[in-house]
């Protein structure tokens, strides 16, 4: 007796939830459905205005001052330089080398003409 009371009372428990979880989807479908009508009410499309075409489009001069052009920077990091030569591209395009160019090339050639007088 007491088992058949307790199974009549689970599942009347059981048919219970079924009824609220229904009652919540019921809830919630009817609510998306009000929010889509409510979207498509607020999306309704609207024209745009034509162009006027009787007075054409006439570009003005820009007000800001042309970009100024640098130099692209071809220079090795010194942690990229080779090793066997110890010198980067900034080593060699700063202007101390060229300076000093032009003396190294007397004095070689001073060492040069030496030589051949010897």
């Known amino acids: 007796m007491e088992r058949a009371r307790f199974a009549h009372q689970g599942s009347r428990e ?11 989807r019921e ?10 009508k409510r979207l498509r009410k607020e999306l309704i499309p609207k024209a ?16 800001k001052q042309p970009t100024v052009p640098r130099e692209p920077k071809f220079c090795i990091p010194r942690h990229k330089t080779i090793k066997c030569c110890r ?12 300076q000093h160019l032009p003396s190294s090339i007397e004095k070689a050639e001073a060492l040069y003409k ?3 007088l010897q």
Do not use: H, W
Request: aromatic share 6%.
């Open 27 to 36: 809830t919630t479908k009817l609510e998306e459905e009000e929010e889509i």
């Open 14 to 24: 059981g048919e219970i939830n079924q009824a609220i979880q229904d009652g919540k």
């Open 87 to 98: 010198m980067s591209c900034n080593d060699m395009s700063g202007p101390s080398q060229l």
């Open 114 to 116: 030496n030589r051949i």
């Open 48 to 63: 745009q205005l034509m162009p006027y075409f009787d007075r054409p489009f006439v570009p003005r001069r820009s007000e």
